[in-house]
């Protein structure tokens, strides 16, 4: 499956060393007036060799409009948007041709297709992950104006999270003053030496990001099978190296009382929000107004710049070498990805309220 969505879908398509990767949006409403430097600087908070943290192959990832956008307003067809690839070495996998890759989709791909592109991981590399930004980032200016807000930013990175964040902090100018994009400036700090200890050792790091939604109307959500969060939940965990979603007060309400997590209402000069926020912005799998909080869990990259053990399709023992060029941590780069993934999920269900 590689479309996304109900009434606003997008369809992802390319690969990490084709010639390259893109998106194909359908249902976005015409006559909508789109700023397309706003399209180029998500994708420059995304693209490759933007610091000393991130892999170093150079991407410029200027995109291009197929499609569905004329005199920079959208028309009402399919938007195209096609982003080519420039600095593909795919030498650097030739030694992985017939051999499986500990903990990547090498071994899942080849037994599923009998064939895959093992060039940077062809269609599971999240070099694909370029053409989800660009939409989201069309999707993020519409709801824009909607009074809709999608901000995220890294909490944590290893060992090292952030318990206490200052509210006041929590705007994209603070989050993108370091290459962490986490808007605590001191934890911040600690984040990247661990991220450049790590590289220096050939290993990787994990870490999560954290999203807010404000401005978020009462009523966006279907019943039981068509429930917000499952909606964003799904987008989150079809990113690359994901492992975990929650929302709200998450897994922490496993350990809570009832009495201690519910939600009250309050009146506040005529309009009704809770005093708490632990159900995350959604109850009954629609959104109460609230601003919408989860986060996401980003297991550590599973290529190691040394020497892994494994086996080749016949089964045989192979050591893969250390070659190619890539993240320590993805998790910096990975924040443009989920504000994108929200932006699109949001404006889909906007959509289909009618509101």
């Not at 890759?101 to 064939?115: E, I, N, V």
């Not at 093992?118 to 009074?147: F, H, P």
């Not at 690359?240 to 009250?264: L, Q, T, W």
């Amino acid at each position: 499956m590689n479309t996304l969505g109900n009434r606003l879908k997008i369809t992802s398509f390319g690969e990490s060393h084709g010639n390259g990767v893109g998106v194909v949006i359908d249902g976005f409403p015409a006559g909508f007036k789109v700023d397309l430097e706003a399209i180029q600087q998500q994708l420059d908070r995304r693209k490759p060799g933007q610091s000393a943290i991130t892999t170093q192959r150079k991407e410029t990832d200027t995109f291009q409009v197929q499609s569905g956008v004329f005199e920079q307003s959208t028309t009402g067809a399919p938007i195209c948007l096609f982003i080519p690839n420039e600095d593909q070495n795919s030498k650097d996998y030739d030694h992985i041709k017939d051999a499986f890759r500990p903990s990547h989709a090498d071994f899942t791909y080849q037994g599923k297709y009998g064939h895959r592109d093992y060039r940077g991981g062809g269609r599971s590399s999240a070099r694909v992950t370029a053409g989800w930004v660009a939409a989201g980032a069309i999707a993020q200016q519409w709801l824009l104006q909607k009074g809709i807000e999608i901000l995220a930013f890294v909490d944590q990175v290893g060992e090292l999270k952030c318990t206490e964040m200052d509210e006041t902090l929590l705007n994209l100018a603070s989050i993108d003053s370091n290459p962490v994009r986490c808007p605590n400036e001191a934890m911040a700090a600690e984040m990247e030496e661990l991220i450049r200890e790590i590289r220096k050792s050939g290993d990787t790091v994990g870490g999560a990001v954290q999203a807010r939604i404000v401005g978020v109307p009462v009523g966006l959500g279907e019943p039981l099978f068509g429930k917000l969060h499952a909606a964003l939940g799904m987008a989150m965990l079809s990113i690359n190296a994901v492992k975990g979603f929650e929302y709200g007060g998450g897994f922490d309400m496993a350990s809570a009382r009832g009495s201690m997590v519910n939600d009250h209402f309050e009146d506040v000069d005529g309009h009704i929000q809770t005093k708490t926020n632990f159900s995350g912005g959604i109850q009954g799998g629609i959104s109460n107004g609230m601003p919408i909080t989860f986060r996401v869990a980003f297991k550590p990259v599973a290529t190691l710049m040394q020497p892994q053990d494994s086996i080749n399709e016949l089964g045989e023992s192979v050591t893969i070498a250390p070659k190619g060029r890539h993240d320590p941590c993805v998790v910096p780069r990975a924040v443009p990805i989920v504000e994108a993934l929200a932006a699109l999920v949001m404006m889909d269900y906007y959509l289909l309220s009618g509101i």
